[in-house]
Structures are given as C-alpha cells and as structure tokens.
C-alpha cells in the first residue's frame, strides 16, 4: 500500500483548533503519513508545523482567488483532505471542486450570532457539512447540529489536547504575588475579551465578591475588542479584577488559583476546563455546549448570564474547603477519562482509512 498523503487546513484558528492540527500533524507523521498542513504564516510561527515534520503551505484566511488557488495546489493528487472549522471547511469544498478527493471536516465550535450574518453563517455550515465526507463533531451538540445542516456521516470526535506541563513548584507563591493575591483567594478565567466569554457576568458577580473578607481577586487573560470597556466598569466599580492580558504562563497561573471560572455563552471543549481539572483546581462553568459532556459531575455548573449563581457557587466553594478538595478530586477524575492524545490521533486515522484504503490499494 502505498503512503497516505494528507492535508490539514486551517483558517483563523482559534487556540483550541490550532493546538489539534499541531498534535494531530505530530500523531500522523510518527505514523507515516506524509502530512501538509496549509494554515496563514502567522500560525505557522506560534504552532510551528513544519516542527512536527509537516510540510507548512501559507494560505491566508482570505477566500480570494488566490488563497484558493494556492489551497487547490496544495490539495492536488493527496489522499485526504481535513478542514478544521467552518471557513476551513468552505474554502476547502471550493478548492476541492471537481476533485476527487474526500474532505473531512472537524467542527471545533459555533458562532453565536443572529440576524442577517447568522443566516449566512448558517447556509455556510449547510455547504461545508455537506460537501464532506465525514464531519467530526467534538460534542455530541455539534453532531446533532451537522446532522440537522445535511451531513451525509456525523460522527464524534471528543479531540485531546496534548498535556500541559506540569507547572514548576511554586513555594514562594511567585504567580499569586505577582497579582498580588498572596493573602486573599484567586480566581482565575482565560479568553478573548469579547461579548460572548460572559465577562460582563463575571464582573456582575464581582460587586458580590467584593463584601467578602478576604475580597478574592480575579484575574482574567486574554485581550479582545472589549478590554476598554471592561477596564471602565472594573475602574468606575473598583472591582477586584485585573485584566492581565495575553500570557505565556497560564498554566502556572491556573495551578496557583483557587478555582476557575468560565462564563462562556458556548464551549465545545474548552481548553480551560480541561487544563483546570487536569490541574485539580476547581472549576465553576457554564452548563452549555459540550461542557456538561466534558465535565461531567466534577464543576459546579451555573446558567449562562447568571450573575447571581455563579457568585452563589464561588462563595460556597470558597466557604466549604471539603467541597473545595471534592471537586478538585473529581476533576482529575474526570480527565482520567478522557480521550488520550494517541487515541485521538488513531480514530482519525481510522477515518482516513476507511476513506482512501481502496484507492490507495489501486494506486502505482
């Protein structure tokens, strides 16, 4: 038989799809495969695909003559060819066309918008579910819904993120005093500062934790078009948050907080929530999209926009320290049973497979 030949594109890439192309290029080339992975250069520099022994083929987002003109080259004569996320998905169904080579299509996440722009999203994830061969769902709620958009074989797909390192020891509390919660409890959440991570929630939440003694300080990563605004509430409230921006460290961050929050309006599988039980920190999420799949009894669990539970459900974790020590318990239960790495890469390639064997079989 001969070596199967496949592509992996991407297009903007969140941090969750990225670090899959990443793993899943790693996986597949210690197998044999021979792996493309067409992404813009500016991924390429942060996830260093061509260090995994891909080859990398700059393709912009963009879905100009071009950028698919480029795609469609790099996709000629492969065996299979895998998009990651909807405009992934299209562009490549485009590059694809009159090509006899099938699409596989991972879909991460969904976008939340409404009105005129949802219905074009919407009629964009009909043509990419359709036009591929398989789509893998990373929740069973994005099956369903690929199902519902006219997907001829939905399947799920709950991906592993590669482990995290285990933080280095921290006997002096470096990363607490740093945002200086030496001495109160800390909370930790991570995301764009955009409308959707529920950050207003958060900050809601925040008027009540500031009664507390010790008031807990949150801390929030990331940056987003909403920081500006965020900053003004938290300084006209004087909140106990801090916007702390984009981080290199946050897993020595998450390890020293006390819990994790995650507001989210919708997650698959967050990156956050499984490094926060991996971690053993207690985690308090929203019960949308894939999270309670994902989590299972081992987070407390709070309606999306609810400012008033999800303070409730601080407050008590932080009362209770045998509740505390529970759910992080749990938590790194929980990710005991989880997907690993090796298996996510073995179930994809099981895909690949059953797609391409009988023409690779015919194949000089």
Known sequence: M???RTVQVLGGGSAGSSTHVRSLAAGLVARGVRVTVCAPAELDRVYDFQGTGAHHVPVPRRTDPAAVAALRAACAGVDVVHAHGLHAAVRAAVALAGQHVPLVVTWHTRSQVGGPRGQLLGLLERRAVRAAAVVLGTSSELVDRARARG??????????LPLPARPAADPENKSRA?????????????GSLVPDQGLDTLLDAARTWRDLDPAPLLAIAGEGRERARLQRRIDNAELPVRLIGRRDDIGDLLAAADI??????????????????????????????????????????????DAASLA?????LLADPEHH?????????????????DETIAQVLCVYDELTQPRRLRRP
Do not use: K
């Open 2 to 4: 001969t070596q199967l």
């Open 312 to 316: 409730d459900a601080v407050t008590r």
């Open 325 to 341: 020590l529970r759910l992080a318990t749990a938590g790194r239960a929980q990710a005991e049973t989880w997907p690993t790495e």
């Open 178 to 190: 740093e945002l200086g919660a030496v001495e109160r409890p800390l909370l930790m959440a991570v």
């Open 260 to 305: 994790a929050l995650l507001p989210s309006r919708w997650e698959a599988r967050s990156v956050l929530a499984q490094e926060a039980l991996r971690l053993g920190v207690p985690l308090v999420a929203t019960a949308v999209g894939g999270i309670p799949e994902l989590v299972g009894d081992a987070a407390e669990l709070v309606p999306y926009g």
């Open 151 to 160: 997907a001829r074989d939905a399947r799920l797909a709950p991906i592993a």
